[in-house]
């Protein structure tokens, strides 16, 4: 029964992803008629530190269904908080959340306007659901942009997955990402140059990269609009001293990560 719940979730998950996210089914479709096996490193949600929706309560909807609560990660410059949690055979989640109290009163209010459209007692699978009960005016949007992109995304896009990962071990060709990275630029797919087109290094035991976010319209309280939507990420793990693969994140290098939801050339 469980597991159902959890297959379920992942499948409407990637439905929703893959929604105003084209690259991802184009990206699968290359790959495949390669002749490669795609395999899901993680999924990303993100969420506002604020009671019922924090990123621990976010997590009790997978620590319900045998997932375990892992690392943690601060983002103090982009006032951000996230953790990551595992269970054998599933991706990991990697769950961050908006230091609401960090922000400033305008930004407060703005976000605070739209959390309270949620209804009482909603509980996280409802809003996994829901992803979103509000809508916002382009004119705030934008002026969350210019505060925290972060924030104006979730503004936008509410609880939906943020990301899903592809796992370069899996891959048979395209095994490490400098061959992934020059396959999907030479289809004219944009990469994510924040700190390098590679975050991290096989020191490191991680090395990540992403394309830049595609654009999908958005029903604003004045009108609709496109803004950049979701990305796809791509992971490549490396084995620890144990014999066994890495399977944490590395702050600095998600830090990078989050700006494929950036406007370019900001
Ligand atoms: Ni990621």
């Given at each position: 029964?469980?597991?159902?719940?959890?297959?379920?979730?992942?499948?409407?998950?990637?439905?929703?992803?893959?929604?105003?996210?084209?690259?991802?089914?184009?990206?699968?479709?290359?790959?495949t008629?390669?002749?490669?096996?795609?395999?899901?490193?993680?999924?990303?949600?993100?969420?506002?530190?604020?009671?019922?929706?924090?990123?621990?309560?976010?997590?009790?909807?997978?620590?319900?269904?045998?997932?375990?609560?892992?690392?943690?990660?601060?983002?103090?410059?982009?006032?951000?908080?996230?953790?990551?949690?595992?269970?054998?055979?599933?991706?990991?989640?990697f769950?961050?959340?908006?230091?609401?109290?960090?922000?400033?009163?305008?930004?407060?209010?703005?976000?605070?306007?739209?959390?309270?459209?949620?209804?009482?007692?909603?509980?996280?699978?409802?809003?996994?659901?829901?992803?979103?009960?509000?809508?916002?005016?382009?004119?705030?949007?934008?002026?969350?942009s210019?505060?925290?992109?972060?924030?104006?995304?979730?503004?936008?896009?509410?609880?939906?997955?943020?990301?899903?990962?592809?796992?370069v071990?899996?891959?048979?060709?395209?095994?490490?990402?400098?061959?992934?990275?020059?396959?999907?630029?030479?289809?004219?797919?944009l990469?994510?140059?924040s700190?390098?087109?590679?975050?991290?290094?096989?020191?490191?035991?991680?090395?990540?990269s992403?394309?830049?976010?595609?654009?999908?319209?958005?029903?604003?309280?004045?009108?609709?609009?496109?803004?950049?939507?979701?990305?796809?990420?791509?992971?490549?793990?490396?084995?620890?001293?144990?014999?066994?693969?890495?399977?944490?994140?590395?702050?600095?290098?998600?830090?990078?990560?989050f700006?494929?939801?950036?406007?370019?050339?900001?």
């Open positions: 029964m469980k597991h159902q719940e959890l297959n379920n979730y992942f499948e409407t998950a990637f439905k929703k992803y893959c929604e105003n996210t084209p690259s991802v089914l184009k990206i699968n479709q290359f790959l008629n390669a002749g490669e096996e795609i395999i899901n490193d993680h999924i990303a949600l993100r969420t506002f530190k604020t009671k019922g929706l924090s990123a621990l309560e976010m997590g009790e909807f997978f620590t319900a269904q045998g997932y375990e609560q892992k690392g943690e990660y601060d983002f103090p410059q982009k006032k951000l908080k996230a953790y990551h949690f595992e269970k054998k055979g599933y991706p990991k989640v769950i961050s959340e908006l230091l609401l109290d960090k922000m400033n009163e305008r930004t407060k209010n703005i976000l605070e306007t739209l959390l309270s459209t949620i209804p009482e007692k909603t509980s996280i699978s409802e809003l996994f659901k829901l992803e979103k009960t509000w809508k916002i005016s382009f004119e705030d949007y934008e002026y969350l210019s505060q925290t992109e972060y924030g104006a995304w979730l503004a936008a896009w509410g609880f939906r997955p943020n990301h899903f990962t592809i796992l071990n899996k891959l048979n060709h395209y095994s490490n990402l400098e061959k992934l990275n020059e396959f999907l630029k030479e289809k004219g797919f990469l994510n140059q700190g390098g087109e590679i975050k991290g290094s096989s020191e490191q035991l991680l090395q990540q992403s394309i830049m976010a595609d654009r999908s319209m958005v029903e604003f309280k004045d009108g609709i609009k496109e803004v950049p939507s979701c990305y796809y990420e791509f992971a490549e793990r490396f084995f620890k001293e144990d014999g066994q693969l890495y399977e944490g994140f590395i702050a600095a290098s998600a830090d990078k990560i700006e494929s939801t950036n406007e370019l050339g900001k």
